[in-house]
Each structure stands twice: as structure tokens, then as C-alpha cells.
């Protein structure tokens, strides 16, 4: 499974939705060992606060609100010790403009996991762009909030003729975070600036009982 996303994606008639969707079923197929994916995202407009003098932003990035993917819906664990938290002790969780890697404009520099909700505290640069953006968020003009993250553990929780494959992230890693205009649809929860070229091993759990594949 870790050449399936790298083969998949010689076919350049496809999207990259279309090779995860073909991977997923593919180790769905082979008793959910493993899976390469790449980086995901997920879209949310959110209440937050700001504090101009300090430049600090704070709002919530995720839940376990079911985002409907290509390959099925996913949720996000939110339970103790689900979010790897080691990139987010360590301050290298940067936010972005628009998932745009030139346009840093602070990073995260604080977190809570409360009420099954993922918080952050965010520090923006001293920059003329930086400054901009926390103006349109102070306005009410940029009220969403991407996160990008990478599923690390993975089990199958429902199947079903109507509506598909449930799957429940049991492990997941915060990567980026970002302030954008016009997300990707939050009911798919899928962006497209960063990250598309690189791959990441989400490992299955076993199927619970009355599982049928």
C-alpha cells in the first residue's frame, strides 16, 4: 500500500481525490494495513478572539463534525491522546494565508483539546500582510479557519448500501493551520494548495463486529 497513492498518480486523467478514493478501497480490499495518503484538509467558519495589542488570534480548528470525503465520511477523533500533539509542543505548526507556503503570517503558539473541540492561540508577525489579515478577521470578513492534518489510524465504524463507508481517525497530526477567504466546500472538507505531492502511512484497525466490507 505505501506505492499505491505514488502509481495511482501516474494517471494524470485523475484527481487527486479520484487515486485517494482508489486507494482507500484498495485497503479496504487488502484488511485495512495500511493506507498512504496525503495531507488532508478540513474548513471552518468560527467564532474567535482577537487581541490587537498582544497580536494574538484564538478560535477552534476542528471537531468531530463528519466530513463527507471520496472515499466515504471521516470523523476526527477528539478523544484523550487521538491528536499528536508533538509538532503543536514544539511551536511548528505554522498559519498560513490560504494554505499558501510563502505567505506565513504567524504560527500557532498555544492549544487546548475542550469540549471535544481542537483550540488554538495564534501569534501573527509583525508584517504589513499579517496585520491585514487580523483587520479582516477583526471585521468579520475572513471567518474561516483550515486546518491541514494527517490521518495516522484509521478504523471503519459503518457500511452501508445508502450512505457509504464511516471511518473513525483514531490518530491524527496537526500539521498547518490557515486563515481563508473561500475554503474548500466543509462539507467535503478537501483544499488543494498544499501538500497535494506528499504522502503520509495511515494504519487500520481491525473492523468492529457486524461489519460487513
Known sequence: MKVCMHEVSKNKDR???QNVAICMQAWRDRNKKSLTLPLQF????????IDPETRTLSFSFSSRQPVKKFWGTEVLSHAPGAVDTDRLK???????????????????V????KDERMH????????????????EMADG????????????EAKLVSTSDKDGDTFLVTKWEVMVVSSV?????PTVGIG???GESETYECRGEPEPEGINP
Request: charged share 30%; aromatic share 4%.
Open 192 to 194: 488543494r494548495d498544499l
Open 141 to 152: 470578513i475572513r471567518d474561516n479557519i483550515s486546518v491541514g492534518y494527517v490521518p495516522r
Open 15 to 17: 484527481t487527486n481525490e
Open 110 to 113: 498555544g492549544y487546548e483539546l
Open 90 to 108: 514544539r511551536g511548528a505548526v505554522p498559519f498560513l494565508l490560504d494554505h499558501n507556503r510563502e505567505k506565513l503570517i504567524g504560527k500557532v
Open 120 to 135: 488554538a492561540t495564534v501569534r501573527l508577525s509583525q508584517s504589513a500582510l499579517a496585520s491585514e489579515v487580523m483587520q
Open 42 to 49: 478540513r474548513a471552518v467558519e468560527t467564532e474567535r478572539s
Open 181 to 185: 477567504a473561500i475554503p474548500a466546500d
